[in-house]
């Protein structure tokens, strides 16, 4: 009798909840609604467009960044210059999804055609045949186009942008289409910045002065950069890839000098311009399992994001968006379940380990050099093992990998592999048509949805 009773009170309480909900939640509701569609009513197409890629940027890389940037003077979390964007993730497994985890010339030619392909594939697709890309389309409606990176210009993501080629080995080849690759009487990148002038000044062709001779202003140094005021820019600050954001002396221009370079320059153009600029290195720092380069790569390629999206903010016609091609080295934050993830021992990394291990190697000094350039002391066994990889057959990569782990020692970082790892990727997206991007995406639909737009904009 009294379970009846009991029964039947608490299925009013239920009915009565499930009523005082519906009412009070479906104005909400419809207003949700309303603001979406609001949204995509009034996006237009963008003028510009700016993609941003961190190589290996991986969403698990996110929230160690964030306490790794935060302002330590206040008591509260603040948020990196892309959490307030972030829109939804994309799928990065390969055309073969028994390929669940992407080299980086298959995703970018995702990313820069709409179209999966195999890895190591720069524009092509399974047999071979030419895949149009964003770029292409950009300069077929007259609007102006760049890459900003901090590898190689001719690396698997860049070259994805402007060419098509089997194998993104094919260094050379790369190299020669930025100067025989033609669309409307010009060439597919006006203003193109970051390293790799061994692939352009070669003993069987200079395509530095190629470029001049069509008109191109070549630069070399940071200086050089703020200098100039042409149009059509080449800039190649290295022979290959650029030192590391910790690295740099004043000669090399972080990736913010090269973004702002480019924009001012681009944004000349009245048909609009697109814009790609990749954090190249955070990969590199991945695949060595070095936690103090992939941090402070990711600073230089958020300083650069934050440059855009001043610019896009100011203007108002500029959609920018951010994503990454794959995550790499597979961090973890936390190894023990008792410590907890500490950025202070990374952020007290005064220089990579990679320039350190360089250094004493070049030197033959440890103590010194580490008490000069690392905020926190060495253990005697941390010391004496550096000292003995020093007679190793490959003692600065021995030593780079000595000088890694002891910082994860000390942050509490885990890793689980050396190469790619193959979970979804985050996506960021600000101004204009940025509400495409929203929900889960493959990596194909940001050339997807950059065609659509484009073919808008005409
Ligand atoms: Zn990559």
């Known amino acids: ?32 609604v309303t603001n979406t569609d609001v949204a995509s009513e009034n996006s237009q197409a963008p003028k510009n467009i ?23 003077a206040t008591a509260e979390l603040e948020q990196t210059a892309f959490d307030p964007h972030l829109v939804g993730q994309q799928m990065t497994h390969s055309a073969d999804t028994k390929e669940t985890i992407t080299d980086s010339a298959a995703a970018a030619t995702a990313l820069a055609t709409g179209e999966k392909t ?22 077929t409606i007259d609007m102006s186009t760049g890459l900003v990176v901090t590898s190689e210009v001719i690396h698997a993501t860049p070259a994805n942008f402007f060419t098509h080629v089997r194998d993104r080995d ?132 958020e300083q650069a994001f934050e440059a855009a999206l001043d610019f896009a903010e100011a203007d108002g016609d500029t959609l920018v968006l951010v994503t990454a091609d794959h995550g790499t080295g597979g961090f973890s934050m936390g190894v023990d379940g008792e410590n907890h993830w500490n950025p202070e021992p990374i952020r007290q990394m005064k220089r990579t380990p990679q320039f350190l291990a360089q250094k004493i190697v070049n030197e033959g ?36 990998a000595i000088l890694s782990k002891a910082v994860d020692k000390r942050s509490y970082t885990g890793w689980t592999t050396d190469g790619h790892t193959g979970e979804d990727v ?22 997807k949805n950059i065609f659509e737009v484009l073919e808008e904009k005409e």
Do not use: C
């Not at 530095?208 to 191109?216: F, M, N, T």
């Open 365 to 400: 000094t440890v103590v010194d050099l580490l008490e000069e350039y690392v905020e926190w002391d060495f253990e005697v066994e941390e010391i004496s093992a550096i000292q003995t990889a020093l007679s190793n057959e490959n003692p600065s990569s021995s030593i780079r």
């Open 426 to 447: 985050n996506v960021y997206a600000f101004g204009p048509k940025s509400e495409l991007w929203h929900g889960l995406s493959d990596n194909t639909s940001v050339a």
């Open 170 to 301: 094919r260094h050379s080849e790369i190299a020669d289409a930025s100067v025989d690759d033609i669309i409307k009487n010009e060439l597919k990148v006006d203003v193109l910045l970051g390293g790799g002038l061994k692939h352009f000044n070669r003993s069987d062709r200079n395509l530095v002065s190629e470029l001049q001779e069509r008109g191109y202003t070549y630069v070399s140094s940071k200086q050089e950069l703020l200098d100039s005021d042409s149009d059509l820019l080449l800039g190649l600050f290295a022979e290959e890839g650029l030192p590391m954001f910790l690295d740099r002396d004043e000669d090399i221009p972080s990736l913010k000098d090269m973004t702002k370079a480019a924009i001012s320059r681009l944004s000349k153009d009245e048909d609009g311009f697109f814009l790609m600029v990749e954090g190249s290195q955070i990969d590199w720092g991945g695949h060595s399992n070095d936690i103090s380069s992939m941090m402070s790569e990711m600073t230089d390629f």
């Open 50 to 72: 700016i993609l941003f890629i961190g190589d290996g940027m991986s969403p698990s890389l996110m929230t160690p960044y964030r306490h790794y940037s935060d302002d330590t």
């Open 118 to 139: 195999y890895h190591s594939a720069v524009g092509v697709d399974g047999n071979g045949e030419q895949l149009h890309n964003v770029i292409e389309a950009a300069k």
């Open 1 to 32: 009798m009294f379970k009846k009773i009991g029964l039947t009170v608490i299925l009013l309480i239920i009915a009565l909840f499930t009523i005082i909900t519906w009412t009070f939640a479906s104005p909400l509701q419809e207003a949700v």
